[in-house]
């Protein structure tokens, strides 16, 4: 496929959504996947009840995806037994043998994420193809700094790192992704997917409804 022509319509997540407004506003403007996010740290972070209640409140046909970082088995138990979800997606350091054994015991779909910040990041992408049912590929937190999250830190990483490169599983790009940005992005990598948290939020952790309808109406132009 030559770089920039897009074959499949767009397909666009917004994670860390809190409010049932922002979940339908989203679902109404396009987007595929809405994200709920079940790390503490996070502003976007949910109890289970609330989630509970923004994922049955969701319109068919959009997937449910519960943002997760290096969960144990009591954490993941409880979580599916609580909250309706079609998929989940694993933020921490889950090697490609957890990730195997979270999709088994969950019976759900996996998203592993991959931090991308140089070349040799790149390469460990392979090592979740073959176990993993979708990646998504975000720029990798900084080293150091307060209030420093796996994702959702408003950052990108070198588009030109993954320009022209296709991997075996359907993938995401995420990473500072804004409305200004997104068709950049998509043009630089190749993209059919897009995953957007801080770039829709008018403060942290708060989303932006003019700011989801503006980012997935540039996405998907």
């Not at 068919?60 to 599916?80: E, H, N, P």
């Not at 309808?213 to 540039?218: C, E, L, R, T, V």
Request: proline fraction near 6%; aromatic fraction near 6%.
């Amino acid at each position: 496929m030559p770089q920039g022509q897009r074959t499949v319509p767009m397909k666009i997540k917004i994670c860390g959504l809190t409010s049932a407004a922002a979940v339908a506003h989203a679902a109404d403007a396009g987007a595929a996947y809405v994200g709920f996010n079940f790390y503490p740290p996070s502003p976007r972070a949910l109890e289970f009840d609330a989630a509970r209640a923004l994922a049955e409140g969701a319109p068919a046909g959009v997937t449910r995806v519960a943002l997760v970082v290096d969960a144990d088995d009591a954490f993941l138990d409880r979580l599916v037994a609580t909250v309706p979800l079609d998929m989940l997606q694993l933020h921490g350091h889950e090697s490609p043998e957890r990730v195997t054994e979270i999709g088994a015991r969950t019976g759900l779909p996996v998203m592993k994420v991959i931090g991308i910040r140089d070349g040799g990041d790149v390469a460990r992408i392979a090592e979740y193809e073959a176990v993993a049912d979708q990646l998504l590929i975000d720029a990798k937190p900084p080293r150091q700094g307060v209030g420093i999250l796996p994702g959702g830190n408003a950052l990108s990483f070198d588009w030109r790192l993954i320009a022209g490169r296709r991997w075996a599983r359907p993938w995401l790009l995420a990473g500072g992704l804004t409305a200004s940005n997104v068709a950049t992005a998509i043009r630089l990598t190749g993209a059919e997917q897009v995953d957007v948290s801080s770039g829709v939020e008018s403060t942290r952790g708060v989303k932006d409804l003019e700011k989801i309808s503006a980012f997935i109406g540039a996405a998907s132009a």
